[in-house]
């Protein structure tokens, strides 16, 4: 697996400096884009073509978070395969108890049940980004070790969990 954080080289974290990044980008564009080795071997070219995809793709997981973070658990090979992930039973018990608001809202969508649940997933957002703070609030060097890494899993499956839970809203209950 390629290391989006070498490539830009930067240090692997949660938090980046994204103005670094967007400079680094910016000249890696200029750096690799085809139009500048137009004149090389092929075997050239393709490199160039090859870079400016990965400087592209590079760009898209690192400038985005939820992204930035699945790279971080990738790269230490700590993102379970689907169906095997493992959350706190009481955050599951909540999931399930707003699937069934979701679905009792769903069948009658009367708006103060609609923000209730928008709150409610609102609260577990916002609390999901507090345990991921407290956590993280130590910084360490990469790799994490293994209370830091297991919040940030946490913190990518809940907000996996809940971003589906607000899709399944937002199809009957538009902003």
Same mark, same amino acid.
């Given at each position: 697996?390629?290391?989006?954080?070498?490539?830009?080289?930067?240090?692997?974290?949660?938090?980046?400096?994204?103005?670094?990044?967007?400079?680094?980008?910016? /000249?890696?564009?200029?750096?690799?884009? +085809?139009?500048? $080795? @137009?004149?090389?071997?092929?075997? %050239?070219?393709?490199? *160039? #073509? &090859?870079?400016?995809?990965?400087?592209?793709e590079?760009?898209l997981?690192?400038?985005?978070?939820?992204?930035?973070?699945?790279?971080?658990?990738?790269?230490?090979?700590?993102?379970?395969?689907?169906?095997?992930q493992?959350?706190?039973?009481?955050?599951?018990?909540?999931?399930?108890?707003?699937?069934?608001? /979701?679905?009792?809202?769903?069948?009658? +969508?009367?708006? $103060? @049940?609609?923000?209730?649940?928008? %709150?409610t997933?609102? *609260? #577990? &957002?916002?609390?999901?980004?507090?345990?991921?703070?407290?956590?993280?609030?130590?910084?360490?060097?990469?790799?994490?070790?293994a209370?830091?890494?297991?919040?940030?899993?946490n913190?990518?499956?809940?907000?996996?969990y809940?971003?589906?839970?607000?899709?399944?809203?937002?199809?009957?209950?538009?902003?």
């Amino acid at each position: 697996m390629i290391n989006y954080f070498d490539f830009f080289d930067l240090p692997p974290a949660v938090d980046i400096d994204e103005s670094l990044l967007r400079k680094r980008f910016l /000249l890696n564009s200029k750096r690799f884009h +085809p139009d500048f $080795h @137009t004149l090389e071997s092929p075997e %050239a070219q393709q490199h *160039a #073509l &090859e870079m400016a995809s990965l400087n592209n793709e590079a760009w898209l997981v690192l400038s985005d978070f939820d992204r930035r973070i699945r790279h971080l658990l990738q790269l230490q090979d700590a993102l379970p395969e689907e169906g095997q992930q493992k959350l706190p039973q009481d955050f599951l018990m909540e999931i399930m108890e707003l699937n069934e608001a /979701l679905m009792e809202a769903e069948l009658d +969508p009367e708006p $103060h @049940t609609i923000q209730q649940l928008k %709150a409610t997933i609102e *609260a #577990l &957002e916002h609390g999901c980004q507090l345990a991921l703070n407290q956590a993280l609030a130590t910084p360490v060097a990469y790799p994490l070790p293994a209370n830091q890494l297991e919040a940030l899993k946490n913190f990518y499956l809940k907000k996996r969990y809940l971003l589906r839970i607000r899709e399944n809203l937002s199809k009957f209950a538009p902003h």
